[in-house]
């Protein structure tokens, strides 16, 4: 009886299918036929959710580009095998869909969906594996539940630096971390994934899969979905952390950096925000030591007259929690952008508070409710030597500082001209670089803070055709092309 009505309702997509490569589902009903085929499909370890319950609304909320798109349904997978039923579902109905990781992309459609929204949250293991220093690490967790449950155990893997970013989004697309001046990118950490291909074949990659290896290493969504990582583990003790806001020692943070980026003591992070919000502009700063006390690298910094955070020892995991993973004005329209470059000079830093305050203002005279802010990070000159080719990033001869910049606002008409806006500082921020005999023609956008529109080749540089190969392989029917994303 229930096998005859879902043919009934599947119909249409079925003759659609007798033509080869339909185009994707888009009506409602066809949508629910894909709902009630996975539903009818799945273990009892996953489970279906229609758009009453406040399970489907956990699952398509977003962190910041919220909610403008109801999905069909939601789908919280519990198994390897369930996500490739599913895949082969999703791809043999041709029905759009999203996976949700810590759903912090901030581009459009990037992980959500009016088709099947996947939510990952069932794969939450954190589990530490000491006799290979590694640990593995569920596509569904945050960064922040992974470093509560490592805190005890005395290790660390290389990731996100606030609490609520997706293991899976950031792990896929790169992966910035405090850690990176000493250990690398998030990806040049990871030894392993458990992967479901297109094609519904679970997998496991290693440095052993050329190809695959390479692709995933920056690919996000465009090989398959990835169930686990497995990532290095490092040893971890207490930090030393401090975070500081200044209104008008412009000057003065301009010579601590690039001081700072004049010393090589791998165990620092910092970062330097630069805010414009409500016609008021400001900096604010991050330092990071990976040790109870720090050598003397931040004196500079720390001799700034600043509104004081308080000077702290304490756990990694503490430390990140106290950051709060969503500026502002959370729940507002958000965009990012990426403006790398090569060190930050004193005409970079100048060129950054200037289009802040410029667009800040410019665009807070449309909208109150703007709020730009442009992220400097300044990392080690051995940032990329720690990991081998990958996707991202296409060019590992020198380090590349990702830079990023956010734009919140309220005004939904106003979204293209806030799109403008930071393509216009990322671009004016590159020319900058190059009247400063900086190297930045190969210098890729982080794909992770890339504006949706951006042209792939200014990502992944020199690695698109590859990557176009390897997907065209992989994904002969296009699966993945049905979610939404950067896609080869
Ligand atoms: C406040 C904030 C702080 C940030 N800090 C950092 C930082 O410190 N370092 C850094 O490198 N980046 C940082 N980023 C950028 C961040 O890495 C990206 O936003 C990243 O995409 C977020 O991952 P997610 O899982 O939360 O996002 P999601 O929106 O859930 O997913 C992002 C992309 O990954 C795909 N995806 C998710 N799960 C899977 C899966 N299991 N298999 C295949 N594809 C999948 C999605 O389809 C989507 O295309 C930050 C972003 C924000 C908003
Ligand atoms: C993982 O999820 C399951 C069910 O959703 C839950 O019972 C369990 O407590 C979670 N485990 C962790 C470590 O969060
Ligand atoms: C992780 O970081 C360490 C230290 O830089 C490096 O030696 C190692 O090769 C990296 N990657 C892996 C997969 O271990
Ligand atoms: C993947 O590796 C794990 C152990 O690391 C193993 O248990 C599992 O069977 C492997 N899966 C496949 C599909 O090879
Ligand atoms: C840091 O390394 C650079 C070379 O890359 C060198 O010129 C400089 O002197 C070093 N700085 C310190 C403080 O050792
Ligand atoms: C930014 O630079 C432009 C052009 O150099 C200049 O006209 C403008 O006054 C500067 N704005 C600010 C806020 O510094
Ligand atoms: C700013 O946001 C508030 C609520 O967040 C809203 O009420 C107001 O209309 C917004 N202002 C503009 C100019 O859109
Ligand atoms: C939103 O922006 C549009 C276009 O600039 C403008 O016409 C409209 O008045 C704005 N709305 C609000 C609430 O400010
Ligand atoms: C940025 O925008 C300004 C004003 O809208 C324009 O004059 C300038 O040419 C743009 N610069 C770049 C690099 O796009
Ligand atoms: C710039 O860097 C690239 C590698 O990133 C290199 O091939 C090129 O020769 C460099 N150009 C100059 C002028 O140094
Ligand atoms: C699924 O795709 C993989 C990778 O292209 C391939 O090796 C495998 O044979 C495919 N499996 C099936 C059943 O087609």
Redesign the pocket.
Known sequence: MALAMLLVLCTFSLALLLYGRPEALENPSDLLCTCNKIAAAISGTSQVFSPSGPEYLFDIEHAFYSSNEASACSVEPGSAEDVSKILCILGSTRTPFAVKGGGHSTNPGFSLTTGVQILMSRFNQTNVNSNFGTVEVGAGLTWGQVYATLEPTGVNVVGGRVPGIGVAGLTLGGGYSYLSSQYGLTVDNVTGYELVLPNGTVTNVTSKNNDLWFGLRGGLNNFGIVTKFIFQSHPQGDIWAFFSTAEDQLDAIKEALVHFQQENDTKTSVIVFMTYTLDQFFTSVIYFYDAPTPSGVFDDFLAVPAIDGSVSRRSFSDFVQSLNSQPAFNGLPTFYNGAPVTQYSPAIFDAF???T??WG?RLGSLDKNVSLISSLEPFDKSLFSHGSASAYPPDRSHAVLPSSLTLQWSNASLDETMAYALRNISDTIHATALADGQNVSHAAVYVNYALFGTPLENIYGGNVERLRKIRAGIDPEDVMGLAGGWKF
Do not use: E
């Open positions: 508070v200037n289009q305050k410029l203002a």
